[in-house]
């Protein structure tokens, strides 16, 4: 069963929309593993903090149905598709990688490009996962974590408690 690592953000109700996203998703497919939580200043628009963190989950759903369940969740957590690019967001989950997949598998892009341009992105996907390797580069998180110099990303590791 290939492991699929998922990035996790919101800066509307954070706290809560993290809590119950994380519920749902355990609810849905077990076992979590997760990073710490970091809050981030919001990049490409003007608004809140956003809590951001890495769970990785194992499941044989095809990676268009495993999309459509993570789309569900966001939906009831008041996320409505079709908003800017950059926007404040209740609960934002997005697939970086699901096994070693690479390109567009229905209709999502694998890995995610985020990986390798957002500090709130990579810096808790190295937490979690440090030796897993790019599926493209092949390189570990903790290398391309070492090796990236993010510009004015700013992040902070912030207190968070999950079941």
């Known amino acids: 069963m290939p492991t699929v690592y998922l990035s996790l953000g919101s800066n509307i ?6 809590h119950s996203g994380l519920d749902q ?10 990073s710490p939580v970091y809050e981030s200043e919001a990049v ?7 809590y951001n963190l890495v769970a990785s989950l194992d499941t044989d759903l095809p990676v268009g149905e495993l999309a459509e369940r993570l789309r569900a969740i966001e939906r009831a957590h008041g996320r409505v598709r079709g908003e800017k690019k950059f926007a404040s967001r209740t609960l934002d989950i997005d697939i970086l990688t699901y096994g070693d997949l690479t390109g567009d598998v229905d209709g999502v892009e694998l890995p995610r490009g985020e990986i390798l341009k957002h500090a709130f992105v990579l810096r808790p996907l190295a937490d979690l996962a440090p ?4 599926p493209v580069l ?4 903790a290398s391309l974590l070492e090796d ?3 510009p004015e990303q700013r992040l902070w590791q912030v207190p968070f408690v999950w079941p």
Do not use: P
Not at 25 to 34: C, S
Not at 131 to 134: N, S
């Open 25 to 34: 998703l355990a609810a849905e497919f077990g076992a979590l593993g997760l």
């Open 148 to 150: 990236y110099r993010f």
């Open 138 to 141: 092949k390189r570990t998180y």
């Open 44 to 50: 490409g628009f003007s608004g809140d903090a956003f």
């Open 13 to 18: 109700d954070r706290d809560h929309n993290i």
């Open 131 to 134: 030796t897993a390797e790019h």
